[in-house]
């Protein structure tokens, strides 16, 4: 069992930046894809970046791409979602959430079974 605690988000004005970490207890994150996610009211749950367990391969969304940088320490056992340029469409719960698989990132939410209680990101225009 895992458990996942992200921190970092809050108001922020638009072009502005947040750093998310998640930091993981109970159990090691290196035998993990790693992914964050976000859901926003009234909308489903949507990928937004994700990376393997050694943190070689990356992937975003596209609405993300060239904003967002994920990124992990397994020494720390926390990864970190940097966010740069936001716009009030990132406004959503932010979540982190370990997957099933190691080397392979997949945007399926079924397919994390450890999920974070996620934080909220408010971006004001």
């Known amino acids: 069992q895992v458990q996942l605690v992200e921190s970092g988000g809050g108001l922020v004005q638009a072009g502005g930046s947040l750093r998310l970490s998640c930091a993981a207890s109970g159990r090691t994150l290196r035998s993990s894809a790693m992914g964050w996610f976000r859901q926003a009211p009234g909308k489903e749950r949507e990928f937004v970046a994700g990376i393997t367990w050694d943190g070689s391969i990356t992937y975003y969304t596209d609405s993300v791409k060239g904003r967002f940088i994920i990124s992990r320490d397994n020494a720390k056992d926390t990864v970190y979602l940097q966010m740069n340029s936001l716009k009030p469409e990132d406004t959503a719960a932010y979540y982190c959430?370990?997957?099933?698989?190691?080397?392979?990132?997949?945007?399926?939410?079924?397919?994390?079974?450890?999920w974070g209680q996620g934080t909220q990101v408010t971006v004001s225009s």
């Open positions: 959430a370990a997957s099933m698989s190691r080397s392979t990132v997949v945007a399926n939410t079924g397919m994390y079974p450890y």
